[in-house]
């Protein structure tokens, strides 16, 4: 069962454009290429590049602000909200109704009031890779996204560039340092195991001198 996680990134980029009669655009970065994540509980993250190439081709996106389905800003599908992969990141932009909290929303962006933009999605089965560095820690490369839910600006990002960490991610995390403490108390015990026999056959030794 594929399991719903949420990130978020700073808004590196955005404007509004409006012309005539026409709503202002949001334009942001959803996600960052090879953007090295927080401290996600005894692992960090990073998505590589293509990780979102199919899935914004095939599934129904929308923007949303906050996640909140009530909070509607734009839909793949209907031609309102455009998303593509360029060098950087994840990019989208979004072309939202006028009136009510929507105009609000746009004056709280233009005054950085809000400054996160995060998305909801789903990794495919296999569609991660758990690398072990050098000073022990682990990192996870997402290579392949199943879904996009959502993308959009939010108001109360939890982290620089996180919000939520499938409870399976941070269990196999977790799984992974247990394995290595379990390897290294097994290879300090076989240590100590020689080190016992090498001082007997000492002592055995000199008996016979």
Excluded at 7 to 21: A, Q
Excluded at 116 to 140: A, E, H, M, P, T
Aim: net charge neutral; hydrophobic share 35%; aromatic share 8%.
């Amino acid at each position: 069962m594929l399991l719903i996680e949420r990130r978020t990134f700073p808004l590196t980029e955005f404007r509004m454009e409006e012309k005539g009669s026409d709503p202002p655009k949001i334009v942001g970065y959803a996600a960052v290429f090879n953007q090295l994540s927080e401290d996600l509980g005894g692992f960090r993250e990073k998505i590589a590049p293509g990780a979102f190439k199919k899935t914004i081709q095939e599934a129904d996106i929308r923007a949303l602000w906050n996640h909140n389905p009530d909070y509607v800003l734009g839909r793949n599908k209907s031609g309102t909200l455009k998303l593509e992969e360029d060098s950087h990141g994840l990019r989208y932009e979004v072309r939202p109704r006028r009136g009510g909290w929507i105009d609000d929303l746009i004056e709280s962006i233009r005054r950085r009031d809000i400054q996160g933009n995060s998305f909801s999605f789903y990794v495919s089965d296999g569609g991660d890779r758990w690398i072990k560095r050098d000073d022990g820690s682990y990192l996870r490369e997402i290579t392949r996204v199943a879904e996009v839910q959502d993308v959009g600006p939010v108001t109360l990002p939890a982290y620089r560039q996180t919000i939520v960490v499938a409870r399976s991610v941070a269990e196999h995390a977790s799984s992974l340092r247990a394995q290595d403490e379990a390897r290294n108390r097994a290879l300090a015990m076989r240590a100590q195991s020689l080190c016992v026999e090498l001082k007997i056959e000492e002592i055995e030794g000199s008996r016979y001198l």
